[in-house]
């Protein structure tokens, strides 16, 4: 049985996003960078909300070949472009031909978020991983599916944005803590209860 890992990262006061959708507002420094590539190195699957697969499909296929960034971010978008993609959306369009992603992204719309994602746990593979997509994750937490919960925790307070949870979560059991040298972060890795 495979795992839905959910990875994102966090204020220490528990905010997803600073104000006004304010994304750079949380430290995304080397440490995050790196267990990002850690998690989706150990997965063959991402699932991405509506939102979140728009802003990524328009950044990370480019990383790969850009020679200022990180070799980490260049590595993670080209493990990126190589794996398969589900998103949940109702909205959402498939990538042009051209696009890295075209042959390997698959649009499911909500209504059938559950089933299909039941049916991919219930396959051979590698981990089924999250990035960003709050309000999907949310969802998953409360229908039983979500199996482990990453949270890389910014020791930085923003006092005020988007919170990260949208309910009240049960049966979290942490199985890891880690630091990271050079950073302030931390990660926290729970198990969720069923």
């Known amino acids: 049985m495979r795992k839905i890992i959910v990875t994102n990262i966090m204020s220490i006061d528990g905010y997803y996003e600073g104000p006004g959708g304010n994304v750079m507002a949380l430290p995304m420094d ?3 960078d790196g267990y ?3 998690r989706i190195s150990s997965a063959d699957t991402v699932v991405l909300g509506g939102n979140s697969y728009a802003l ?3 950044f990370w296929p480019h990383v790969a070949t850009d020679a200022s960034a990180s070799a980490t971010n260049q590595d993670f978008a080209k493990r990126y472009n190589a794996i398969d993609k589900v998103v949940i959306s109702d909205h959402a369009e498939l990538p042009s031909a051209d696009h890295p992603w075209a042959t390997n992204t698959r649009i499911v719309p ?3 978020a559950d089933a299909t994602l039941e049916a991919l746990k219930s396959e051979t593979g590698g981990d089924i991983v ?3 997509s709050r309000v999907l994750w949310n969802a998953l937490i409360s229908t039983g ?3 482990e919960l990453h949270l890389m925790v910014g020791a930085t307070p923003l006092t005020d944005g988007t919170p990260l949870f949208t309910t009240r979560v049960e049966g979290l059991h942490p199985v890891e803590t880690r630091t990271f040298p050079g950073s302030a972060n931390t990660l926290i890795r729970y198990q969720l209860a069923h």
């Open 30 to 32: 080397a440490a995050f």
């Open 145 to 147: 599916l979500v199996d």
């Open 130 to 132: 999250i990035f960003a």
């Open 110 to 112: 909500r209504a059938e």
């Open 36 to 38: 990002n590539l850690e």
């Open 56 to 58: 990524f499909q328009s």
